[in-house]
C-alpha cells in the first residue's frame, strides 16, 4: 500500500512535470510579452503549438539516417528522466536516489549529444554551427554546474537533491556567501543552458545569432514537437532545481497526505510563477551577447563556482 | 596446476605461437592461424585470472623459475591486483585477437605483424606477473620492443619511421628511470624481489626520489603530460587492431606499474606524491582532450583522448593516495575502485574506438576527418557500436564511462576530511578540471562522429564504404555490450574489485551486489547513489513511450524530402561543417591559451582577384618548450662528446686510467 | 552583540565585497567597471556600518560616512567626468585574457583564505574570515592594477584595494578613528594627484596607456 502510494505520488510527478513545461513557457513569453507592452499570446499558446505539431506529418530530409529519427524521443526521454526526479511538490520520490545532481547533469548532457548530432545529421552547415557552438557552450556550463554541485555537496554532504533541500531548511544553515556564490553561478548556467537571452535568444531564427534552433533547423511535425517539449522541459527541470535547492520551504515528505500534497504543489506553482516572472524581466532588460562573449560569461560562471567550493571554508561549520 | 603456472603456460604457449608466426608468417593460413591461437590463448588467461580475482581465497600463488639473475630466479606471482589487470589485458588481446582476424587480411605485410602481436601480448603479461625487479624490467623492455616493432610495421611512411624513432628514444628513456627506481629501492644489497623490497624500511628521501623516477619512467608510458608527446605518433602508426591494445591495454600495463610500486612496494610516500599525482593527472585530461579536440587525423585524435583518460586514472590515484595516507581506509577505497573501474572502462571503450576506425580505415583509406562523411548509411553496424563507445567515453549515463567517472566524483567530494589544507582548497579544483575534461570530451566526440559518420559523404572513398567484415564487426559489437554492461551493473564491477582494493589500501568499499534494486551507493544512501540499470530502463521505456503514443494517437505520417537548410538552394556535400569548423570555437577560447593558436584571415577587398587567406598559427607548447630543447641539448652534448672518437691510444688509456683511479676514489670516500 | 544572524550578515557583506571584486577583474567597459566600483563602496558602507552596528562603534559610522560620500558618490562621479572629458576610449586593454585574470583571481582568494585561516587559528570566527575576505580583496585590488593598462582602471583598481584596507580596518576592533580618518584622506589626496597626472599624461601622449609611459622611458635609455 505504502508502495503504491510512493509510486502514485512519482507518477503524478512525471506527469505533472509534463504537464506544466509548456504552461511555463507560455507563461515567461506572456510575461515577456506584457513587458514589452505587448499583448502576446495566451499562456496556453505553446500547447497548441505542440498539438498542432504533433499531427503534422514529419518531413524529413533524404539523406538523414536513423539517429535522426530515433534522437527526438531519446533527447525527450533524457529530460524527462532527469525531471521526473527533482523534488518540485514532494521529497523522497521512490525513484529519486536513481539519479543524484550528478548524474541529473550527466543525462542533460546526454541529451545534448544526441541533440548535437542529429543538428549535424543532415550534414547542412546550420546544423553543424549550431552544434559546434551548443558544445562549446556546454564545455564551460558542465563543469561549471558540477563545481556548483560540488560547493552544495561539499557544504550539504550529500549529493541526492531530497538531501540537499532538506538541509537547506536546517536554521543552522544561515546565510552563506559561498551559497550566494553559487546561487548566481547556478543562475548563469541556467540561462546559458536553456538558450535564453543573452545567451541565444529563444523566439529568433537568425541564422547568426542561434544556437539552439539551429540544430534543430531540419526538424519538423511530431519530431520538432519532441524537442520543443524537451526544451521546455529543461528550462522547468532547471528552475524547478534552483527553488528545490535554494526556495526548499514547503516540500513535503514521502508520507505526508494529499492536503499536504495540495499545499506542497501550491507553494511550488508560486514559486514557478516568480521564478519564471524574474526570468522574463532579466530577459527583457538584457540584450544578446556576440557568441564569443559567450565563454567570457560562462567563464565567469566557472570561476563563481570554483570560487563558491572555496569561500565554503569561510563560512561557519557546525 | 596454481593459476600462476597455467598463466605461464599461457605465456609459452604464446611464445611459441611467436615462433610458428615467424616461420609461417608468408603463408596464407598464417593470419588466421595466429590470430586464432593468441584468440584461444587469451581467452584461457583471461578466465585464469578472472577465477583467481573472484575466488574467496585469494591466497597469491607465487612461482619461481631458474631464469634471469643466477642468484635470485626469476619470481612470478598472482595477488588480486595482478589478477585484476590480466584480466584487462587478456581481454583486450583476446578483442584485438578476435578484430584481427578480420582486420589482418587486409595487412598488405603480415610477416611484419604477426611475429610481434603474440610478442607485445607475452610482453604485457610477464610484467604484470613478475614479482621481482629483474623480471620486471626485462619484461618491460620486451614489451616496448614488440610495440615498437608493431609500430615501424608500415615502416615506408616517413610520419612512422619518425614516430618509431621517438617512441624507442621515450621508451629507452622510460626504462632507464625505472631502473634507477629499481634499484634505490632494492638498496645496496641488491635485494631485487618484490618481496625483499615490500619488507624494507625506506628512508622519505629514497621515497621521494623513487616517486619522482616512477612517474617519469612509468608515468612516459602511460602518458601523462609533459612526457606524453610520443603516444598520440605511435600509437596510431600502428596497424588498428595493435593501436586499440597499446591505448587500451599497454597503457593500463603502465599504471599497473605505478600502483605496484606506489600502493604496493614503497610503503607509504609523503602526502605531497598525492598532490603532485592530483595535479598532474587534472592537467593530463584535459591537455589532452583539447589536442584531441583540434586533431583532424581520427586515429591520432582516439591517441590524445587516451591520454585524457589516463589522466582521470591518475586522479583517483593520487586521491587514493591522499586517502591512504590521511588513513581513511572507505574513501581511499572509493577512489582507488574509481580509477581501477576507469581502467577497465577504457580498455573497453578505447579499444572499440580504434576497432571501428580501423574498419573505417580499411573500407574508405582515410584517417582524416575531413575526408570521411556519411558512413552511417554505408556501415550502420560499425557506425552503431562506434556511437555507443563515443557516448561512454564521453562519460555520459547509462554507459560505462559515466559511472567510473562519477565514482570518482564521490571520491573528491570525500576531501573536506583531509588534514592538509592543500589537498582540501585544491581537490574541487582538480574535480573541475576533470568536469571540463568530460565536458570536452563530449564535444570532440560529436565532432568524431558527426563529422565521420554523419552528414553526406565527401570524397569517393567515403562515399564507396562498405560494412566491415564479421570478425571486426564481432568483435565491436560485444564491447558495445560490455560498455553498456558495465556501465547499467557498475555493482557487480565495484565488488569484483573489493580485494584488489582491500590488498592496496587495506579497506574496501561497502558491497553493493546487496543493495536493493542493484543500485550503487558508495557510503550512504542519503549521500549519493546511481542506478544505472534504471536509468537505462527510465530512458528506453520513456523513449518508447512517448513514440508509441505519438505514432498512435497522433500522427505517424513521414514524408521524405530535400535538405530544408533555412530554404537556401543547391547544398552540396562541400559545404557542410568540416572538423576544423567545428573545433573552432573551442580553439578560440582554449586554444589561445594552451596552444598560442593564432587566426589570420586576409580578405581581400571586393573586386580584388586575389584569393582570400586563411592562416592558423599553432603550436604544441609541450613539444617546442620541451622536447626540443631536451632533444638540442643532447644533441649538442653528443656533439661535444664525439671529439673522444678521435684520441690516440694514450689518450684512451689514460680515460681508462682516470676513470678507474676515480671510482677508487670514490670507493675509498663513500665508506 | 552576537547572535548567528548578525555573524551571518556581516559575513554576507564581506564575500559579497569579494565577489564584487570578482566582477571587477570581468569588466571590460570603463563606465560599468566605475559603477561596479561604486557598487563595491556600497557595500563596503553597509559593511563598515554593519560593524559599527553589532561592535557597537559609532565612530566606525563616521568611516561609514567617509566611505559613502567619497568613495560611492564623489570619486565614481569625478571619474566619469573625467573620462568624458578626456574622451578616453571606453574598453580596457588587458594584459592577459579575462579568463586567465579571474583564475589568477580565484587562486589569490584560496591563497589568502588558506593563509589567513591558517595563522589566526585563535581569534574571533568574525574577525578571522573579515580578515580573509579582507585580504582577497586587497590582493584582488593589487591584481586589477596589475592587468590593467588603462591608467583609470589602475586607479580603481587602487581604489579598491583600500576599501580591502578599510574592510580589515573595520572588522579589527578597536582601530582608533584618527587612523581611519587619515587613510581616508591620504586616500583623496593620492586620488587628486592621480588625477593631475592623468590629464598630464594625456596632453603629453594623447592617450592614458601607460605603456605610453614606458615607451619614454625606453627612449630615454637608448
Not at chain 1, 203 to 229: D, F
Not at chain 3, 39 to 59: E, K, N, R, Y
Request: hydrophobic fraction near 60%.
Amino acid at each position: 500500500m505504502v508502495l503504491i502510494h510512493h509510486l502514485l505520488v512519482q507518477i503524478v510527478q512525471m506527469a505533472l512535470v509534463v504537464a506544466l513545461a509548456p504552461l511555463l513557457t507560455g507563461f515567461v513569453r506572456k510575461v515577456k510579452a506584457r513587458l514589452l507592452r505587448r499583448r502576446g499570446a495566451s499562456v496556453l499558446q505553446p500547447y497548441r503549438d505542440l498539438t498542432r505539431l504533433l499531427r503534422k506529418e514529419a518531413v524529413v530530409a533524404e539523406n538523414a539516417s536513423w539517429l535522426f529519427r530515433v534522437a527526438p524521443y531519446l533527447i525527450f526521454a533524457a529530460t524527462w528522466v532527469a525531471a521526473a526526479v527533482i523534488p518540485t511538490f514532494a521529497t523522497g520520490l521512490i525513484f529519486s536516489w536513481t539519479v543524484d545532481l550528478i548524474a541529473i547533469i550527466g543525462l542533460l548532457g546526454s541529451a545534448r549529444f544526441f541533440l548535437a548530432l542529429a543538428g549535424m545529421d543532415v550534414g547542412t552547415s546550420f546544423g553543424g554551427i549550431g552544434a559546434s557552438r551548443e558544445m562549446l557552450i556546454a564545455t564551460l556550463a558542465e563543469p561549471a554546474m558540477l563545481l556548483i554541485i560540488f560547493s552544495l555537496a561539499l557544504i550539504a554532504g550529500s549529493t541526492q537533491l531530497s538531501t540537499i533541500a532538506a538541509f537547506m531548511t536546517y536554521p543552522q544553515v544561515g546565510l552563506r556567501v559561498s551559497l550566494a556564490v553559487a546561487l548566481i553561478a547556478i543562475i548563469m548556467v541556467a540561462i546559458a543552458e536553456n538558450a535564453r537571452i543573452p545567451i541565444d535568444n529563444p523566439a529568433t531564427h537568425l541564422e547568426l545569432t542561434m544556437v539552439h534552433e539551429a540544430m534543430v533547423l531540419e526538424y519538423s511535425g511530431r519530431h520538432l514537437a519532441m524537442i520543443e517539449l524537451a526544451a521546455m522541459l529543461k528550462l522547468l527541470l532547471y528552475l524547478s532545481m534552483i527553488v528545490c535547492i535554494f526556495v526548499p520551504w514547503n516540500l513535503k515528505g514521502p508520507d505526508a497526505g494529499y492536503a499536504a500534497y495540495f499545499t506542497g504543489f501550491a507553494s511550488y506553482l508560486v514559486k514557478l510563477i516568480v521564478g519564471g516572472a524574474m526570468l522574463a524581466l532579466f530577459e527583457t532588460a538584457t540584450a544578446k551577447m556576440r557568441v564569443f562573449r559567450v565563454p567570457q560569461f560562462l567563464g565567469a560562471a566557472l570561476m563563481l563556482g570554483l570560487l563558491a567550493t572555496l569561500l565554503r571554508f569561510v563560512s561557519r561549520s557546525f | 596446476m596454481t593459476s600462476v603456472a597455467l598463466m605461464l603456460s599461457c605465456v609459452a604457449a604464446l611464445l611459441a605461437t611467436v615462433v610458428l608466426a615467424a616461420f609461417i608468417a608468408r603463408s596464407r593460413l598464417a593470419t588466421p592461424a595466429i590470430y586464432s591461437l593468441s584468440l584461444g590463448i587469451s581467452a584461457i588467461a583471461f578466465s585464469t585470472g578472472l577465477v583467481q580475482l573472484s575466488s574467496p581465497a585469494a591466497d597469491s600463488p607465487a612461482l619461481v623459475l631458474p631464469f634471469g639473475l643466477p642468484w635470485l630466479g626469476a619470481h612470478f606471482r598472482l595477488d588480486p591486483l595482478a589478477a585484476f589487470f590480466l584480466v584487462v589485458v587478456n581481454l583486450g588481446g583476446a578483442f584485438a585477437s578476435l578484430y584481427g582476424l578480420g582486420y589482418g587480411r587486409h595487412e598488405h605485410a603480415p610477416h611484419r605483424v604477426l611475429p610481434f602481436f603474440p610478442a607485445f601480448l607475452v610482453g604485457m603479461n610477464l610484467v604484470i606477473l613478475s614479482d621481482d625487479a629483474f623480471t620486471f624490467l626485462l619484461s618491460w623492455e620486451f614489451m616496448s620492443l614488440a610495440s615498437w616493432a608493431l609500430v615501424m610495421a608500415h615502416h615506408r611512411d616517413a610520419g612512422n619511421r619518425r614516430a618509431g624513432y621517438i617512441y624507442i628514444v621515450m621508451a629507452s628513456f622510460g626504462t632507464l628511470a625505472l631502473l634507477l627506481a629499481f634499484g634505490l629501492l632494492a638498496g645496496p644489497d641488491g635485494a631485487y624481489g618484490f618481496a625483499a623490497m615490500r619488507a624494507a624500511q625506506h628512508t622519505p628521501f629514497t621515497t621521494g626520489l623513487v616517486f619522482v623516477l616512477l612517474m617519469l619512467g612509468a608515468g612516459s608510458k602511460a602518458g601523462l603530460v609533459p612526457l606524453h608527446v610520443w603516444l598520440p605518433l605511435a600509437h596510431p602508426a600502428a596497424p588498428s587492431h595493435v593501436s586499440a591494445l597499446m591505448s587500451g591495454v599497454m597503457t593500463k600495463v603502465a599504471v599497473y606499474g605505478v600502483i605496484r610500486v606506489l600502493f604496493d612496494l614503497v610503503g607509504t610516500p609523503a602526502w605531497w606524491s598525492s598532490l603532485v599525482v592530483l595535479l598532474i593527472g587534472g592537467g593530463t585530461a584535459v591537455l589532452g582532450i583539447l589536442h584531441a579536440l583540434m586533431e583532424r587525423d581520427l586515429k591520432r585524435m582516439l591517441a590524445y583522448s587516451t591520454i585524457e583518460n589516463i589522466g582521470v586514472v591518475f586522479v583517483g590515484l593520487g586521491l587514493a593516495l591522499a586517502f591512504k595516507d590521511a588513513g581513511m581506509e572507505l574513501a581511499a577505497a572509493l577512489a582507488m575502485t574509481a580509477a581501477l573501474f576507469q581502467v577497465l572502462n577504457h580498455s573497453f571503450f578505447k579499444s572499440l574506438l580504434f576497432f571501428g576506425a580501423g574498419a573505417v580505415l580499411t573500407q574508405t583509406g582515410e584517417r582524416d576527418l575531413e575526408k570521411l562523411g556519411g558512413l552511417i548509411h554505408r556501415m550502420p553496424v560499425t557506425a552503431f557500436a562506434f556511437l555507443v563507445a563515443c557516448v561512454a567515453i564521453s562519460a555520459l549515463p547509462p554507459f560505462n564511462g559515466f559511472a567510473s567517472e562519477w565514482l570518482v566524483f564521490q571520491a573528491i567530494l570525500q576531501s573536506p576530511d583531509l588534514p592538509q589544507w592543500a589537498l582540501t582548497i585544491l581537490v574541487p579544483a582538480v574535480g573541475g578540471l576533470l568536469a571540463l575534461s568530460a565536458a570536452v570530451a563530449a564535444a570532440c566526440f560529436v565532432r568524431a562522429f558527426g563529422i565521420a559518420f554523419l552528414g553526406q559523404p565527401i570524397t569517393e572513398a567515403s562515399a564507396g564504404a562498405s560494412e566491415a567484415d564479421r570478425f571486426s564487426l564481432a568483435a565491436m559489437a560485444i564491447l558495445a555490450a560490455l560498455c553498456l554492461l558495465a556501465g547499467i551493473l557498475p555493482g557487480i564491477v565495484i565488488d569484483a574489485l573489493s580485494p584488489v582494493t582491500k590488498l592496496l589500501v587495506g579497506g574496501r568499499m561497502p558491497v553493493q551486489t546487496d543493495v536493493p534494486w542493484l543500485s550503487i551507493v558508495p557510503v550512504a544512501e542519503s549521500r549519493s547513489s546511481y542506478n544505472g540499470l534504471l536509468v537505462f530502463l527510465f530512458i528506453g521505456f520513456s523513449a518508447w513511450l512517448s513514440a508509441t503514443v505519438i505514432h498512435r494517437f497522433a500522427s505517424r505520417a513521414l514524408r521524405r524530402a530535400p535538405v530544408w537548410d533555412c530554404g537556401f538552394p543547391g547544398i552540396d556535400a562541400t559545404m557542410q561543417y568540416t572538423a576544423g569548423s567545428f573545433a573552432q570555437p573551442a580553439r578560440r577560447v582554449f586554444g589561445t591559451l594552451v596552444f598560442r593558436a593564432r587566426e589570420r584571415v586576409d580578405m581581400p577587398p571586393p573586386g580584388a582577384l586575389i584569393p582570400a587567406r586563411f592562416e592558423l598559427e599553432f603550436h604544441d607548447l609541450v613539444w617546442e618548450g620541451l622536447c626540443l630543447p631536451v632533444a638540442g641539448a643532447v644533441g649538442f652534448v653528443a656533439e661535444k662528446l664525439n671529439h673522444l672518437q678521435f684520441l690516440t691510444i694514450r689518450r684512451y688509456l689514460s680515460l681508462v686510467f682516470l676513470a678507474l683511479v676515480l671510482l677508487l676514489l670514490v670507493l675509498a670516500l663513500w665508506s | 552583540m552576537q547572535g548567528p544572524v548578525y555573524f551571518d550578515i556581516a559575513h554576507m557583506l564581506a564575500g559579497g565585497l569579494v565577489l564584487v571584486s570578482m566582477m571587477m577583474l570581468y569588466q571590460d567597459r570603463l563606465y560599468a567597471l566605475l559603477n561596479v566600483f561604486a557598487l563595491h563602496s556600497l557595500l563596503l558602507t553597509l559593511s563598515v556600518a554593519w560593524q559599527a552596528f553589532i561592535q557597537g562603534a559609532p565612530h566606525l559610522y563616521v568611516t561609514a560616512a567617509i566611505a559613502l560620500i567619497f568613495k560611492v558618490v564623489v570619486i565614481p562621479v569625478a571619474l566619469h567626468h573625467m573620462i568624458r572629458k578626456l574622451g578616453i576610449h571606453r574598453e580596457i586593454e588587458t594584459v592577459v585574457g579575462i579568463g586567465a585574470t579571474m583564475l589568477a583571481g580565484i587562486g589569490l582568494v584560496a591563497l589568502s583564505i588558506v593563509v589567513m585561516l591558517r595563522v589566526t587559528p585563535e581569534a574571533d570566527p568574525l574577525t578571522r574570515e573579515d580578515l580573509a575576505f579582507a585580504l582577497s580583496v586587497l590582493l584582488l585590488g593589487l591584481l586589477i592594477m596589475v592587468t590593467r593598462r588603462n591608467a583609470v582602471s589602475q586607479v580603481v583598481g587602487f581604489m579598491s584595494l583600500e576599501n580591502g584596507l578599510v574592510l580589515a580596518a573595520a572588522g579589527a576592533k578597536g582601530m582608533p578613528l584618527v587612523v581611519e580618518i587619515s587613510v581616508a584622506f591620504s586616500i583623496l589626496i593620492a586620488f587628486i594627484v592621480i588625477g593631475v597626472f592623468l590629464f598630464r599624461i594625456r596632453e603629453r601622449f594623447d592617450t592614458v596607456d601607460v605603456r605610453a609611459l614606458d615607451d619614454v622611458r625606453g627612449r630615454r635609455r637608448k
